[in-house]
């Protein structure tokens, strides 16, 4: 009966012309974004440095390499090319500024930096010149700064200091999370159908049981959403990274996003009231993958949504490595709230078959 | 005697303060057509509700097949065909597909559906969306669907409303062929007409209780007035009718003088309907 069940399901969520087309258009977009988005990290900053003219080549390369920028010839080159964006930031050094430093004189030098460039960067680029201003002041009295500025990071580098994550890789998280949300509406959808359309009362008038109608919907859900996460971490070649903890948690993740899906079903009283309900959890849910991308971003009250246990885990393991010690608390958490919603949704759409 | 296949004794659904069905107590036999009446909101839903194992009783029991029917419902849907008073099939597959879901949750073993398909008048469009049928047409394989495991009790919840008339024979002679076979049938209706064409009892509920319950014909005798129409012509040139109570004490004389003026056009008997007597009985209508 259930193998009947989830026969006719997958029959009627493939016809669903705006499913259909949602479900592989978004995996194919995802895929692509993936593709597109760079595949290497730049944290690089890119500086820029005026000189005043007649500066000798020997002086230049020293006052490059100690600022670690690139010469410009004149002012309003060096304005235009932070404006651009070409630089995150630049410097005008004049005469009197550099006779200044040599003799040890305090120096007021106005930093300019691009557009939109946050406080914090705003912060880092003056420490940067200052360091750079200070080196060139000790390197004219004959004494070289000596700062130890190694980092020690205890455990995965979440942050990225070390070995810093591309983009795409800190996005996958989040991408595998919108798979996901597709399915969830599109899940929602389908139970919610059911009991509007009366369907359901039909079926539990034949020998079919309610914990079967259920447990289809469940087994649906879950596969469904499981083979096209699991599509999206093949085609980025992610799957054989850590494939035991990957499956689990994706297998996890999809009774969360089933259970979603009950819990959304028994409140919609119409497709469009599907829709909003579903869109307002798809935003919840996706946050967690924003602390993913922004680690330092976002409060600690974004460990409140179950996702943020599956977005982890995914982070943890795909992009460092970690093991099932570092994500079995994570998992179950997920697990246990993947079942909570799970029975609840399955409690409050019994009553509406009634 | 025949065997009794429906039972409910003191049944009663309340949904909160509402007493939806009120200690109504019946039996059906095998092979009877039952015919349930009543106006909208009178409870007849809901006591389907309730024999079909969809809803358990607040009080009281019912016994489909000598199995009570809230401890056993699994069991006994086996042997039930149910077709709903508002349209839920799959509208994005063929008929052919409903009804092939529908034969494996009945596990049904050799299940021709294309015989089914035709005897319902729906061979022919097997393959086509259902979405496309016509109202009439998704209410016959509706009743196609609840015959799928030839049931041996068929609850039909308003099979004919709003049906063109050849929708509505071609149920009829479904629902008389099924009755001959020894399936029961729990009609559930307003339309009067339908239910004294088919039906070899009919019950009246009103207000959730059972307010008659009796042959078609015995209602009308017990509780009916025959009449005779005499259509009458004047003297200027126009008729009008008369109506004489047959059961009336002057009815012979009165007939006389009609008679003896010479000017009558036509004359025919009229027996009173299920729905005149309906009234009666409740002092409401079927569409109140």
């Known amino acids: 009966m259930i193998r009947a069940l989830i026969e006719k399901d997958l029959k009627l969520y493939f016809r669903n012309p705006f499913f259909a087309l949602i479900t592989l258009l978004g995996l194919a977009s995802v895929v692509v974004l993936y593709y597109l988005l760079p595949s290497q990290a730049d944290d690089s900053l890119s500086t820029a440095l005026v000189l005043p003219a007649g500066t000798s080549a020997e002086m230049c390369a020293f006052l490059s ?15 235009k090319a932070v404006e651009d964006g070409d630089y995150q930031a630049g410097m005008v050094l004049t005469d009197t500024v550099i006779d200044a430093l040599v003799s040890g004189q305090p120096v007021n030098v106005p930093v300019y930096t691009a557009p939109g460039t946050s406080d914090d960067m705003k912060a880092a680029l003056t420490d940067i010149y200052t360091a750079g201003l200070n080196n060139v002041n000790f390197t004219a009295a004959q004494k070289q700064i000596n700062i130890n500025d190694q980092i020690v990071v205890f455990g995965p580098d979440f942050l990225g200091i070390n070995e810093p994550l591309a983009l795409r890789d800190r996005m996958l998280p989040m991408l595998i999370m919108m798979i996901f949300s597709i399915e969830l509406m599109g899940l929602a959808n389908l139970i919610s159908e059911e009991v509007l359309r009366g369907t359901a009362k039909a079926l539990l008038v034949t020998p079919l049981r309610t914990s079967q109608f259920f447990s289809a919907k469940m087994l649906l859900g879950v596969g469904l959403a499981f ?30 996003v089933t259970g979603v899906a009950f819990f959304i079903a028994a409140f919609a009283t119409s497709f469009m009231s599907v829709m909003s309900w579903s869109v307002l959890f798809l935003l919840l849910l996706m946050l967690p ?46 697990l246990a709230s993947g079942a909570a919603f799970l029975l609840l949704g399955a409690g409050l759409l019994r009553r509406r078959f009634r | 005697m025949r065997k009794v296949t429906i039972s409910a004794r003191e049944l009663t659904y309340r949904y909160g303060d509402l007493t939806a069905v009120d200690h109504i107590s019946f039996e059906v036999a095998e092979g009877e057509v039952l015919g349930f009446l009543g106006p909208n909101g009178a409870g007849k839903t809901t006591a389907v509700r309730m024999l079909t194992g969809q809803l358990r009783p607040s009080e009281g029991s019912a016994f489909i ?22 349209t839920n099939l799959y509208e994005d597959m063929s008929a052919l597909e409903n009804l092939e879901l529908f034969a494996r949750l009945f596990n049904v073993k050799n299940f021709n559906a294309l015989e089914l398909l035709e005897k319902v008048g729906l061979s022919g ?43 509505s024979q071609t149920i009829h002679a479904i629902i008389r062929e099924a009755s001959a076979g020894g399936t029961t049938v729990f009609l559930t209706t307003h339309d009067m007409v339908e239910a004294d064409k088919l039906a070899h009892r009919v019950a009246f509920i009103n207000k959730g209780q059972i307010a008659a319950l009796d042959q078609p014909a015995v209602l009308k005798q017990h509780y009916g007035k025959r009449t005779l129409k005499i259509e009458v012509q004047d003297g200027q040139g126009g008729t ?39 009234i009666e009985i409740t002092g409401r209508g079927l569409l109140g």
């Open chain 1, 65 to 79: 390499d100690a600022f670690e920028s690139d010469l410009l010839d004149s002012q309003e080159e060096l304005l």
């Open chain 1, 227 to 256: 083979i096209e996460v699991l599509l999206l971490v093949t085609a980025t070649g992610k799957l054989l990274v850590s494939p035991a903890i990957l499956v689990t948690d994706l297998l996890v993740g999809g009774l969360l």
């Open chain 1, 289 to 334: 993958g924003i602390s993913i991308m922004f680690p330092t971003m976002v409060s600690v009250w974004i460990k409140a949504i179950p996702s943020y246990y599956l977005v982890d885990t995914l982070h943890r393991a795909l992009n460092y490595g970690a093991g099932w010690g570092d994500v079995s608390l994570n998992l179950l958490i997920l």
């Open chain 2, 65 to 86: 097949l000598d199995e009570d029917i809230s401890k056993s419902a699994k069991q006994v849907q086996q042997y039930l065909g149910v077709s709903f008073e508002t």
């Open chain 2, 125 to 167: 469009r097997e393959k086509e969306r259902v979405s496309n049928y016509s109202k009439g047409m998704k209410q016959r394989l509706m009743l196609a669907r609840a015959l799928i495991n030839h049931p041996r009790i068929l609850f039909l919840d308003e099979p004919t409303d709003g049906l063109d008339p050849v929708s």
């Open chain 2, 240 to 278: 009008h009718t008369r109506s004489i109570p047959l059961d009336g004490s002057e009815t012979a004389k009165e007939v006389e003088q009609v008679f003896a003026s010479g000017n009558v056009l036509t004359a025919h008997t009229e027996e009173a309907t299920l729905e005149d007597i309906f």
